[in-house]
């Protein structure tokens, strides 16, 4: 799941005259993403977000006009860290070994940090009804699918993939397949874990010569 989507500049969520980016604005940032965690969109409140910073609405409100803006912080906060890699690949790594990368990468973040995997659920369900945060997690998808596209060319390059596979497609494939797999509720870590091996095992089987 790690990529480089195409971002709006952060400045674009700041306040005018405010920096993009600053210590108590990543602060409310995190307290937001956390707060979403913990309750949902439901338990989001500017208000009490403000509390978990130590300080009132009324300065929450300078590096955030408003909730919804505060919302956004949270995606593009998202888009960040679903950018940085879980496990290392080298600039030499065949795209065999990258392509293992992409799920094992998936098991580090299910591991390390699962609240990523809930806001983004959340986010994803709010996206039906802010068309705002439904763009900005459709660039997120294009990012994930241009990765996912690469490793895939580059492989057939290598002549480890298959020739006739469709590397669009094949992506489209694995990102449903994967976020059907993420996105589902009522099975524990270990059941989702042992889940992707099973999509890894299968994927290298149809990719590889």
Do not use: C
């Not at 709006?8 to 108590?24: F, I, K, L, Y």
């Not at 803006?69 to 065999?96: D, H, N, Y």
């Not at 596209?149 to 298959?162: D, N, P, Q, T």
């Amino acid at each position: 799941m790690t990529h480089s989507p195409r971002r709006r500049g952060d400045q674009s969520e700041a306040e005018p005259g405010e920096p993009a980016t600053s210590p108590r604005r990543d602060q409310i940032i995190r307290a937001a993403y956390f707060t979403i965690a913990e309750e949902g969109f439901e338990g989001l409140r500017t208000r009490d977000v403000a509390g978990k910073v130590g300080i009132n609405s009324a300065t929450l409100h300078y590096y955030f006009r408003d909730k919804e803006a505060l919302v956004q912080g949270v995606v593009a906060f998202m888009m960040k860290e679903l950018s940085r890699p879980r496990v290392a690949v080298g600039p030499t790594a065949s795209a065999l070994d990258r392509l293992r990368a992409e799920f094992s990468d998936i098991k580090a973040r299910i591991r390390d940090a699962p609240e990523q995997l809930i806001v983004l659920t959340e986010l994803t369900l709010r996206a039906f009804r802010d068309p705002k945060i439904a763009q900005l997690l459709r660039e997120l998808d294009q990012g994930w699918h241009a990765h996912l596209v690469s490793i895939l060319e580059a492989g057939i390059a290598e002549k480890l993939f298959r020739t006739d596979i469709d590397a669009g497609a094949t992506a489209s494939a694995l990102m449903a397949q994967l976020r059907g797999l993420v996105y589902q509720g009522g099975i524990g870590p270990k059941k989702r874990q042992a889940l992707i091996d099973q999509i890894a095992l299968q994927t290298e089987r149809w990719v590889r010569k």
